[in-house]
């Protein structure tokens, strides 16, 4: 058992903590480590071969692998201490953390800890798709992993599960390795990314068929072909040589759950402030295991604005043992999936930015944000697609002297 200590602890390696750890070492934190599981850092623009990264961050647009290996390099110059194949297993009070490695088990000591571990695809089996488990079924994390990294084609004739903006980066994928995909399936009635995005699979002549539901996965060894119920309720069979799951992603939130930190049912990811503190007040989140999903330039920008605040914690010596503070509660009401952050603090500053906000589907019409008598402090008018993030934002609404929880709703257009 070795010990280590550290101004900030970050667990994730993706651009919401490399971000978080630059800019840390910018404000001056002297001593910052970052801990990543997997091999190496960068989170999943290291699977993601094809460009759209980078322009907030560089001024250019990246590759996925070029965007996550400029990252890692700036926060290798910067004096972050990088540790892959480090997976941080349990957090405890006072910032005490226990980290499996290649040394074996480790202790470590921080003030601050910053968990940014992002958002996983949802399983097949979390999506509770029938049918035999023949090989050649994966989610998009696991194609690129194949053909990017490993160099490999896993099928040729794919079935695409899902409309969100990985299933697009899925199709980019198989594209720029000869695989054809089949179709694109959604199963809710309509396409959940922007209905603009979808110019792409038109051109590239992959049929998008909503309200498509699988009704079995059939093939031995390998997928030979999908039953699906469409949209007009007959039944059909697609002949394929893969399955790709994409989207419906969830917080990869088990450090969070087994160091007994207050989960937000709503997200599956934690409960936080406008600050990112969790339940823990020396502990912090970032990135999509906060929301998912967003884009990686929203994680980057995200991480380096909770570094600030933990940067700025550190240097008030007044607020060096971290200590909780009262907030409001934000609660989601008619029509809303979630809300973030959770709670509003109503020390140190009266005024949030902005909520993050995700709609049950598409949403035209205003979101309402009320107290506890019911009174209206503040509508905004809204349309958007069915996984579109909503910002709402308080910028000039004091918050403080209140206590009662606040509500937002969405208040569907007549």
Known sequence: MSAASYDVAIVGGGPAGLSAAI??????VAKVALFERGDEAGGIPRHCGHPLFGMREFGRILTGPAYARRLVAAALAAGVTVLPKHTVVHTGPGGRLTVASPNGIETIQAARILIATGAREATRAQLLVPG??????MNTAALQAFVYQE????FRRPLIVGSELVSLSAILTCRSHGIRPIAMVENELDVQARRAFFALPRVLRVPVMPGAQILAIEGRPRVTSVRLRLADGTETLLACDGVIFSGRFVPEAALTEASALVLDPATGGPEIDQHGRGSDPGIFFAGNMVHPIETAGHCWAEGRRVAGMIAAELADR?????KEARGRRVIAGAGLKYVVPQRLTTEGTGTAPVLNVRALGAANGQLILSDGSGTILRSQSIN????????????GLDLAGESSDLRLRLEPKA
């Not at 035999?132 to 079924?137: A, D, F, S």
Request: aromatic content about 4%.
């Open 318 to 322: 007044a607020k060096s043992e971290p």
């Open 23 to 28: 800019e840390l070492r910018a404000r001056g």
């Open 132 to 137: 035999l488990r023949p090989l050649g079924v």
């Open 384 to 395: 958007a697609a069915p996984q579109k993030p909503i910002r709402f934002s308080l910028a």
């Open 151 to 154: 160099g490999r084609v896993p």
